[in-house]
């Protein structure tokens, strides 16, 4: 139908910038040596692995020694809530978490549920807060571990990391945040919010995929992830992924440099677009907090009454966009998205949602182009739709 | 994770909307599960001569709804209750393994129309 290709789904990946590219490419050919090998070829992996470690610590806050890499945001979910439970079970067998979490996090914590582990789920507002004061009466004795993530993929809820660290420390409980979507797009300082572990992912801020981070502050007991070498301080065995550990040492220095710049020019295009959309289609949700200092500045979501998510997707990608939808079909489950049901939307308008996620590349002129496409597709699918009854020339919910 | 045939039945939908004198209309599915289709049948001794359809789900329930009122169209109501959900699906040349409970839907959809004429009839 159309041959423009717009991508406003930038919280599921965003390509490889070619700055970082260039900077990963000599890592695959010239400077090919195992970075745990002794030789000249070694070491010169080695230093570039250095330099990327201190690049990731210096845009947190940390030391390079507290930067584990590892495989990407879900291993290093896995290994912050696996490690920490089975390296403290002594001391307590207790997690709190909260119900909006990736599912990184929730299945990990399900899985420990099985191990006998017991697991608290924090409710959220309507906006998609916790509450400070449910977390604080969640806390027992035997808690081992808080895992809180730092802002949400699906509707941009930023948590109030700060105050939820001053309360970990307050009762020496550690706390670990999924922090996926904000490395890169939010400042993040793990010394001032008290957090003592925190997950990356490098395909989230224009840098490869393949590869992220666990932060871990120096001290915490934590068990092994993987069985075998030596690599990552004698807790993460595999060889180390030197390509991609460059890549993401100069993707987050870029994020960091450009971070003010960038997300200037992404929340311009988000609130012009939420705006339009809400001036321009009747009966929908715009899912998620309400003030902007509490969301992430790429994201929108939204619930179209009496229409489903994947037919609105399948119709968007028809004219050239690319979007991502939390509904029912798309995932071949007959669940809508678990956030946007604990956030208060109602089931059967949570079946037509979805996410727009912006990035550096996206222009006005695209913005606009959609708000146009999505009005029709809307306004098309709604006269398909049983739920909607025309009278006088104007639909009427039945 | 469609093919040509569903994104076509899918963009360009036949046998959209509601006969309002209609002789059969049959509703299945619900929305808390995502979809619900609607068809609405058209008789004249024993045969089907026209067939719409609304559908609330994702594409491949309007595909499948689509399509489903074009094969019943012409065909009397033996014929049209003995179609089943495996031949819609070979009509658009197959649908995903997920998605075929939206071809069930359609075999459904057809079945309760019909029902809903012949309880009238009485």
Redesign the interface.
Known sequence: ?QNRSIYLDNSATTYTDPEVLAEMLPYFGQVYGNASSQHFFGRDALKAVDTAREKVAKAIGCKPSEVYFTSGGTESDNWAIKGIAHAHADKGRHIITSVIEHPAVIKTCKALEKEGFEVTYLPVDNQGFISLQDLEKAIRKDTALITIMYANNEMGAIQPIREIGAIAKKYSVIFHTDAVQAVGNLPIDVVADNIDMLSMSGHKFYGPKGVGVLYKRNGLKIARFMDGGEQERNLRASTINTPAIVGIGKAIELAVANMEKNNAHIAKLRDRFVSQVLEKIDDIYYNGPKDTSKRLPSNANFSFE???G??IL??LD?AGIAVSSG????S?S?E?SYVLLSIGVP??VA?GSIRFSFGKNNTMEEVDYTVEELVKTVKVLR?????VKMVKGENKYV | M?NEKV?EA??N?KN?G?IEDADGVG?VGN????????ISLKIKDDVIVDAKF?????????ATSSTATEMVKGMTLDQALDLSNAQVVEELEGLPP??IHCSVLAEEAIKAAIEDYKSKKK
């Open positions: 139908m009496f229409i489903e994947e037919s399948m119709r028809m509904s029912a079909c798309s071949g007959l809508p089931i059967e079946h006269e398909l739709s049983p739920l | 469609y994104k899918f963009a939908p959209v509601f509703k929305a808390a599960c995502g979809d619900i289709m609607e609304r559908t609330f789900g994702c594409a491949a329930a309007i997920q998605k």
